[in-house]
């Protein structure tokens, strides 16, 4: 008799429309039977994907090894279990104690990869992070509260570098995240958006500037669940890629001028 795989598989749920889950992730919670997901941010509405029979587990309720004994248990009985995270699970997903323990356990962890809200959010501004001639880097960072941060990773430092900033889970202190960027040397008047549940049917989003945003933000009643967007991309003018330029030559194409 062949033994079946022990594993649990982390999943992508996407930002919170239900059909921006994969089409991999979907395929594994149809034939789950165990799903533990974040309640708290995780749209319901993907766990009707799920079989009437799956036990479906809130881990908001749990402590961490609660839900590693749990997905564990299922596992060693050769069940299909699902730990389902919000967006993508390697972004601020606190996927890496789960692992940790499991493998512990010798129950084998594999990832599929989801829609990050990084991604949504800029679908929802209809943004390009990058713009040519002003930064090729994006720095996606959040700003320390109970859980700190580097010193080298403070806003003010990261300010330096005039690069695409985006903020998770810094909604709740956007007054003190924008003084910090603006003491790091950011123009007041720098272009800042945010975008509250990005992709979900109650998505806001609020545009301002550097030194607006945080009122702006407080009109609205945003402080949860919203990234922060500050930079350039957000009114790059006329900024152009090289690559479909007539004079410019590439592998695929030889330039004309």
Not at 174 to 200: F, H, M, N, Q
């Amino acid at each position: 008799m062949i033994e079946k795989a022990k594993t649990v598989n982390f999943v992508g749920a996407g930002p919170g429309a239900p059909d921006l889950i994969t089409v991999r992730g979907s395929e594994l919670l149809k034939t789950a039977d165990l799903v533990v997901y974040a309640g708290s941010l995780v749209n319901p509405e993907i766990l009707e994907i799920c079989r009437d029979d799956c036990t479906i587990m809130d881990s908001a309720f749990m402590s961490l090894e609660e839900q590693v004994s749990a997905m564990a248990a299922s596992a060693e009985t050769g069940s299909s279990v699902v730990r389902l995270h919000t967006g993508d699970p390697s972004l601020y997903g606190a996927v890496a104690e789960q692992k940790r323990l499991l493998e512990e356990r010798g129950i084998e962890v594999r990832f599929v990869p989801g829609v990050s809200s990084l991604q949504a959010t800029a679908a929802a501004l209809g943004i390009q992070y990058t713009v040519p001639g002003e930064t090729q880097t994006l720095i996606c960072t959040r700003r320390g509260g109970r859980t700190p941060v580097p010193e080298r990773e403070s806003l003010d430092k990261l300010a330096a570098h005039g690069s695409t900033i985006v903020l998770f889970l810094t909604a709740g202190q956007v007054k003190e995240a924008t003084d910090e960027l603006i003491e790091g040397g950011l123009d007041p008047k720098t272009p800042a958006a945010c975008v509250y549940r990005a992709s979900w049917d109650d998505e806001t989003i609020v545009r301002s500037d550097l030194s607006g945003l945080a009122e702006a933000m407080r009109e609205r009643g945003i402080d949860h669940q919203a990234l922060i967007v500050v930079g350039k991309c957000l009114d790059p003018g006329e900024a152009s890629s090289l690559l479909y330029n007539s004079g410019f030559s590439h592998r695929f194409r030889e330039g004309s001028l």
